[in-house]
């Protein structure tokens, strides 16, 4: 409508990982269900996201991983005494991401 009326129009694409994705020329439609891993903190170490990505597989279709970031993470010692304080930002690798697949699925083999 805006061109019928004469109007300038320019259209600005929001960022997204599936836009990169996509510019890297992988196929959208060979991906499954997007998955998330987060960093493993003491004893919880979550894995619905690797069932996932294993039923993925289980289809042929590749899994984004989106990996865990920490920006604005209490400083629970801070706290204590009544302070406002935040840990640095943590990024999670892709090092990381793979030691913490590799434990689920050694600690599945084991148990």
């Not at 320019?10 to 599936?18: C, K, L």
């Not at 894995?47 to 629970?76: F, Q, V």
């Not at 302070?83 to 590799?102: D, G, N, S, V, Y």
């Amino acid at each position: 409508r805006a061109l019928d009326e004469g109007i300038d129009v320019h259209v600005i694409h929001n960022a997204s990982i599936m836009n990169a994705v996509a510019s890297c020329g992988l196929q959208l439609y060979r991906f499954g269900e997007t998955v998330s891993i987060p960093f493993f903190r003491g004893t919880w170490r979550p894995s619905s996201w690797l069932d996932k990505a294993l039923a993925n597989r289980k289809l042929g279709l590749h899994t984004l991983c989106l990996l865990d970031i920490k920006t604005k993470e209490p400083d629970m010692e801070a706290m204590m005494r009544g302070k406002e304080q935040f840990l640095p930002p943590r990024f999670m690798t892709a090092a990381r991401a793979a030691r913490q697949i590799l434990e689920l699925v050694e600690g599945d083999a084991g148990g």
